[in-house]
């Protein structure tokens, strides 16, 4: 298992959340962190859909003009074609 490298930072709260927080044994730092990486995540994903969005329309007119091409073997679970 590895270890992240931490980094100190200055952060600007509010201080009635700040002290809440403190009041309830919450670790600001690791609520802050688990928040960050989770926007992180969040900005690369609309980032990555935005820098794709092109292709996607390409594709979605390909299939509008020919159907998809597994069109006859598709179905949903439970469906003819569905075994295991």
């Not at 809440?20 to 995540?41: H, K």
């Not at 092109?54 to 299939?63: G, K, R, V």
């Amino acid at each position: 298992m590895t270890t992240a490298t931490k980094r100190k930072t200055s952060l600007t709260l509010d201080s009635a959340a700040l002290e809440a927080a403190r009041a309830l044994d919450i670790n600001v730092s690791a609520v802050a962190e688990a928040a960050l990486i989770q926007a992180v995540a969040e900005a690369r994903r609309k980032n990555w859909l935005a820098e794709n969005a092109a292709a996607f329309a390409a594709q979605s007119d390909w299939h509008d003009r020919n159907g998809h091409p597994l069109a006859d073997i598709m179905t949903a679970p439970g469906g003819p074609s569905w075994t295991r």
